[in-house]
């Protein structure tokens, strides 16, 4: 076994690293099929400007070059681990992603993490009765998360929540200028992150629950789970030790591919609640034509996408013995 | 007899000295130290250094850390600020300034006149996105003393004494920005000026935090302990954030212009439109000039008579704007002139007008297919395309908007000049030859510069009246040479001056002497204060 798993793990980096060329690569040249640059935006936000100031920001960008000499001045620097300077934020693209990247995690581990649990339980309950009246019930509001605006969802929540109960901050990660203890900084940043976690997770936690519902019924109408209850095995067992670790295995699919695309998929959220994530940041980019922020920001998600399957190609081993890793 | 005229004197020192109290008591009652200002700064800028951009939020955020030479009353007249007087030449060819002594950068160094010189020379001639066409004629900045900067001029440059406020041209430390490329310098992000707010942290994607400068030279002030920019880019957050109290002041048009009055009608928010006129926004349509439609006056004169401005206004704009006569704003009192050709709201006569161009409707009674680009970084821009849209095609006109980003917008207009109708709003600026000179005159078409002579409109008599304006420096002559444009400017019509926007800050009514000055919510703030 052991020998086998670093065989697979070398060859599945050795395609890794042609992977992420390629994508850095098509990354590039998509980006720059994009009319207009950074110059044109920061001279436009100037309101004003006369041609040697924009010649003069181009040449300091380097965007003053054909695109291949561009392109590989990109390809050489990300060779040497360097993901270049941000333009507009004058600052290293990777100190940015770094800065974003604990809020971005922590939204998302909160969010997914609920989302997954809860998604669990209500859909292995719907499972159990369906058709029932809890069935139903639990089936119509997650079509309603699921079917709900997000942005309307978290300004809705704001509305309530904060204006009208005056209970959370409406934004931002923590109290701005409070000189807090370690302790009372995590209850601010908690008290931060609880409306956008839950906005976020009620979408998710929608999918889930369906998946998990679907999923419970086509394993519990299995032969095995019969011949299960035909031993004798008490209800409990079968559900969580037979048909429970059988139907997962989609759900961990669903949540390897969220885990993914969380890192820039939050980015509604980001915005509404002014959580400081890696989604707003890549969308501004996008209207900013930040090409090097953008671009770090795609190769540092395609890298976690990467891993992640990984993770999950491996996880689903320890899951169902019957999968092997080729 | 004596002892009376003692008495009387002595009465007069008490009454005096009673006077004097009374002052020190109310000046007291003006400014309330203390407290903590959360201002809305959207969207986020790329760093706070006007003296390198000149993009609104920067303008925002640098004034708050430097100071310029001068500042403006809500009249434009200079006040002082580092420079305590001036003096021009007659010729306008020589401006001197005597500077304020004991002025002092947040990191301790003194301000002198060699910083003055360095700033304009080294900076905002080489490098502010409009500093090569506004100092044009500066030749050198003379320091006889240390207090003491003399601004010499090859020719006239009146405007001048109008850009000098600290968001247009903040005086920089020389010994933090010399010998390097000012462009990459570390103070850009992290400003070290003399202005009443030092610099104390930056957290991207989240707030800017500002703390009191308690050595500033305006003892007693600034009142304020913190102030706190904040970035929140959303517009319905930031309209949550005032209502409930947790944002204090956030403009131009901090919220959908359509929440506006609902704000304005909470108790404690209030609606404020001064301190816009150095920015005098207006709404312009533009013809690009290239097109051969557009070669035909009659044409361009008709699409002015298909536009109702005030429905406009009312409809699109809340009322956050009015119908305009010229392309100088009636905000500008020293330039602007209400005699010129007017083009009222007259759909027959535009009809009348496409006829005799030989535009006549066609079987699906459309007289002609036109593009129309609004500027797309603007929700009410857009609106507006909308409006003019619905407005063309009552006469006959099919104008179909485009969708694209503004870098895409960008390009478009002004660097591929693909385009017919261009929809966008821009400053008249505190003076005509910096902010309106540059989109009539032939020289300023420049490809690839946003907001240049982008119609590529070209006439050598607007040129001549245009070059005349920049170097006369007799108020009376000059003020006619504007007159002559503007009347020039209406009949040509290479831009038809839609309306006169007036930007709205919304405020926390705790928030105190915002507006007092002429630059609003661009000022210093030294002299703002919250109320407990």
Redo the contacts between chains.
């Keep these: 076994m052991r020998p086998r798993l670093g065989r697979f793990l070398v060859w599945r980096l050795a395609q890794a690293v042609v992977t992420v060329a390629c994508i850095a690569t098509l990354n590039f040249l998509l980006l720059h099929l994009?009319?207009?640059?950074?110059v044109?935006?920061?001279?436009?936000?100037?309101?004003?400007?006369?041609?040697?100031?924009?010649?003069?920001l181009r040449e300091?960008f380097g965007l003053d070059q054909p695109i291949a000499v561009q392109l590989g001045r990109y390809l050489w620097s990300l060779g040497r681990l360097d993901l270049g300077h941000s333009f507009?934020?004058?600052?290293p693209v990777f100190q940015?992603i770094l800065?974003?990247l604990s809020p971005t995690l922590l939204l998302m581990v909160a969010s997914l993490g609920t989302a997954f649990v809860g998604g669990l339980v209500l859909g292995v309950t719907a499972s159990r009765r369906a058709r029932s009246l809890a069935d139903n019930v639990i089936s119509v509001l997650a079509l309603l998360a699921y079917a709900t605006p997000l942005?309307w969802l978290g300004?809705m929540l704001?509305?309530l929540v904060?204006?009208k109960l005056?209970l959370l901050?409406?934004?931002?990660?923590y109290t701005?200028?409070a000189n807090q203890n370690p302790v009372a900084y995590a209850l601010d940043v908690l008290r931060h992150l609880i409306l956008p976690a839950t906005t976020l997770a009620l979408f998710y936690m929608a999918t889930y629950t369906r998946l998990m519902r679907a999923s419970m019924l086509e394993v519990l109408g299995s032969d095995y789970v019969r011949t299960a209850h035909a031993k004798g095995l008490s209800a409990r067992r079968v559900l969580y030790g037979h048909a429970l670790r059988n139907a997962i295995l989609p759900m961990v699919t669903v949540l390897g591919v969220q885990v993914g695309s969380l890192l820039g998929g939050a980015v509604v959220v980001e915005?509404?609640?002014?959580w400081?994530?890696l989604g707003?940041?890549a969308f501004?980019a996008?209207?900013?034509?930040d090409i090097n922020l953008l671009l770090g920001i795609l190769l540092f998600s395609s890298c976690l996408v990467i891993v992640v399957n990984l993770a999950v190609d491996l996880l689903y081993t320890r899951l169902d013995p019957r999968i092997a890793l080729e | 007899m004596r002892s009376l005229k003692s008495v009387c004197t002595t009465l007069a020192m008490v009454l005096m000295a009673a006077a004097a109290l009374i002052a020190i008591g109310s000046a007291g009652a003006q400014g309330r130290r203390g407290g903590?200002l959360n201002f809305i700064l959207k969207?986020?800028p790329?760093?706070l250094q006007g003296a390198l951009?000149?993009?609104?939020p920067i303008w925002q955020a640098t004034s708050k850390f430097h100071n310029g030479l001068l500042n403006y009353d809500p009249n434009l007249n200079p006040v002082p600020e580092l420079a305590e007087s001036w003096q021009v030449s007659p010729d306008n060819r020589t401006m001197t300034f005597k500077l304020r002594r004991g002025v002092k950068f947040h990191d301790g160094h003194d301000f002198t006149s060699a910083d003055v010189k360095f700033t304009m020379e080294e900076v905002i001639k080489k490098?502010h996105?409009?500093g090569?066409?506004v100092f044009a004629k500066l030749e050198e900045v003379q320091t006889p003393d240390p207090y003491t900067a003399t601004f010499k001029f090859s020719a006239p440059s009146p405007y001048v004494m109008f850009v000098l406020n600290a968001s247009e041209t903040p005086m920089l430390p020389k010994h933090v920005y010399g010998g390097s490329d000012p462009?990459n310098n570390p103070a850009?992000?992290a400003p070290i000026g003399t202005g009443p707010f030092r610099f104390m942290k930056w957290?991207?994607?989240?707030?800017i935090?500002a703390e009191r400068n308690e050595k500033y030279w305006d003892a007693g002030k600034p009142y304020l302990d913190?102030l706190?920019f904040?970035?929140?880019?959303?517009a319905?957050?930031r309209a949550?954030?005032l209502?409930?109290g947790?944002l204090d002041v956030g403009g131009p048009w901090p919220v959908p212009i359509a929440d506006q009055a609902r704000l304005g009608g909470l108790a404690h928010l209030a609606l404020e439109t001064r301190g816009y006129t150095m920015v005098s926004a207006m709404l312009y349509l533009e013809f690009n000039m290239r097109d051969p439609i557009f070669k035909d006056l009659k044409v361009r004169r008709a699409l002015a008579h298909a536009i109702n401005p005030a429905q406009f206004a009312a409809v699109v704009w809340f009322g956050s704007a009015a119908p305009a006569t010229g392309p100088i704003s009636d905000k500008l009192t020293r330039f602007y002139s209400p005699s010129v050709p007017r083009y009222e709201y007259a759909p027959k006569k535009a009809e009348a007008l496409l006829d005799e161009a030989g535009f006549k409707r066609g079987a699906d009674g459309v007289r002609m297919r036109l593009s129309l680009d609004a500027a797309p970084?603007d929700e009410n821009y857009l609106r507006s395309g909308e409006f003019v849209r619905e407005q063309l095609r009552q006469v006959g006109i099919d104008a179909s908007m485009r969708s694209q980003?503004?870098?895409?917008?960008?390009?478009?207009i002004w660097?591929a000049n693909e385009f017919q109708l261009n929809l966008y709003g821009?400053?008249n600026t505190p003076d005509p030859t910096i902010g309106v000179q540059?989109l009539y005159w032939s020289k300023n078409i420049?490809?690839?510069?946003?907001?240049?002579n982008g119609s590529g409109y070209a006439n050598p008599q607007m040129d001549r009246i245009l070059e005349a304006a920049q170097v006369e420096s007799d108020p009376q002559k000059r003020k006619k040479l504007w007159d002559e444009f503007q009347q020039f400017a209406m009949t040509e019509l290479p831009i038809i001056p839609l309306l006169r926007l007036d930007m709205v800050t919304i405020m926390n009514k705790r928030v105190k002497n915002l507006a007092a000055g002429g630059l609003g919510i661009y000022d210093t703030f030294a002299d703002v204060y919250v109320e407990r």
């Design positions: 994009a009319p207009g640059d950074v044109d935006v920061l001279a436009g936000e100037a309101g004003a400007a006369d041609a040697r100031y924009v010649a003069d300091k507009r934020h004058e600052m940015l800065q974003r942005f300004l704001i509305v904060t204006l005056g901050p409406a934004g931002g990660m701005i200028g915005v509404v609640f002014a400081p994530g707003r940041l501004e996008i209207f900013q034509r | 903590t969207p986020e790329p760093h951009s000149t993009a609104d490098y996105p409009r090569r066409t462009r850009n992000s957290e991207k994607g989240q707030f935090l913190k706190i904040r970035i929140v880019p959303d319905s957050a949550v954030g209502e409930s947790d970084y980003d503004a870098p895409t917008y960008f390009r478009r660097t821009i400053s540059r420049i490809s690839g510069a946003p907001f240049t």
